[in-house]
């Protein structure tokens, strides 16, 4: 696989154990050395393409997760790290729980684990990697997309000219620049 870019993650932990923050920052260390890949973990998310989630998701994170998602740049990655970041793991019948993170944000990953290895979320930025890339792809083509709300992003594709077609027939995109 080759890398375009050097993605820059930012990571937020909704309500856990601290378990799998401990294993995201040990992919910081020597050891594992998560830049080699060119990856760098940042801390604003207007600069970041991967946002990677630790911890099950209470009633209290549910604005800042939407918010940070909300402030990332398109195309954008979400990696959930852990059983707990997924599901809700062994917090999920606690009364203020609400699950994992897909329940708020459209999630792309999923590292399983309690708490993930090292070796697993980076297997997982990886594989997020991909997903960057066949986003970055679509994006070039205008194919469909869909936010979080389900309204539309972008859709149609652009011609030569970098005109916007709308998927529309040909007599309708003269009508359009008609102005009828």
Same mark, same amino acid.
């Given at each position: 696989?080759?890398?375009?870019? *050097?993605?820059?993650?930012?990571?937020?932990?909704? *309500?856990?154990?601290?378990?799998?923050?401990?294993?995201?920052?040990?992919?910081?260390?020597?050891?594992?050395?998560?830049?080699?890949?060119? &990856?760098?973990? @940042?801390?604003?998310?207007? %600069? +970041?393409?991967?946002?990677?989630?630790?911890? +099950?998701?209470?009633?209290?994170?549910?604005?800042?997760? $939407?918010?940070?998602?909300? /402030?990332?740049?398109?195309?954008?990655?979400? &990696?959930?790290?852990?059983?707990? +970041? *997924? *599901?809700?793991?062994?917090? $999920? /019948?606690?009364?203020?729980?609400?699950?994992?993170?897909?329940?708020?944000?459209?999630?792309?990953?999923?590292?399983?684990?309690? !708490? !993930?290895?090292?070796? !697993?979320?980076?297997?997982?930025?990886?594989?997020?990697?991909?997903?960057? +890339?066949?986003? /970055?792809?679509?994006? $070039?083509?205008?194919?469909?997309?869909?936010?979080? /709300?389900?309204?539309?992003?972008?859709?149609? @594709?652009?011609?030569?000219?970098?005109?916007? %077609?709308?998927?529309?027939?040909?007599?309708?995109?003269?009508?359009?620049?008609?102005?009828?």
């Amino acid at each position: 696989m080759t890398i375009t870019k *050097s993605p820059w993650v930012v990571h937020y932990d909704g *309500s856990s154990c601290n378990g799998c923050d401990i294993e995201v920052l040990a992919c910081l260390t020597p050891m594992y050395d998560v830049e080699r890949f060119g &990856i760098i973990n @940042t801390g604003n998310p207007k %600069h +970041a393409d991967i946002f990677l989630v630790t911890g +099950a998701i209470n009633e209290q994170n549910i604005p800042v997760v $939407r918010q940070i998602y909300d /402030q990332m740049p398109g195309p954008k990655v979400v &990696i959930a790290v852990g059983v707990c +970041a *997924s *599901s809700g793991g062994i917090f $999920r /019948q606690c009364y203020n729980i609400v699950g994992g993170v897909d329940l708020i944000i459209p999630v792309d990953v999923y590292v399983p684990g309690c !708490a !993930a290895r090292p070796e !697993a979320i980076i297997d997982g930025v990886v594989k997020g990697l991909g997903v960057l +890339a066949e986003k /970055q792809a679509a994006l $070039r083509k205008g194919v469909v997309q869909e936010d979080v /709300q389900g309204g539309y992003i972008y859709e149609g @594709t652009y011609d030569e000219t970098g005109t916007l %077609h709308t998927g529309g027939t040909e007599d309708d995109d003269e009508k359009e620049a008609d102005g009828a």
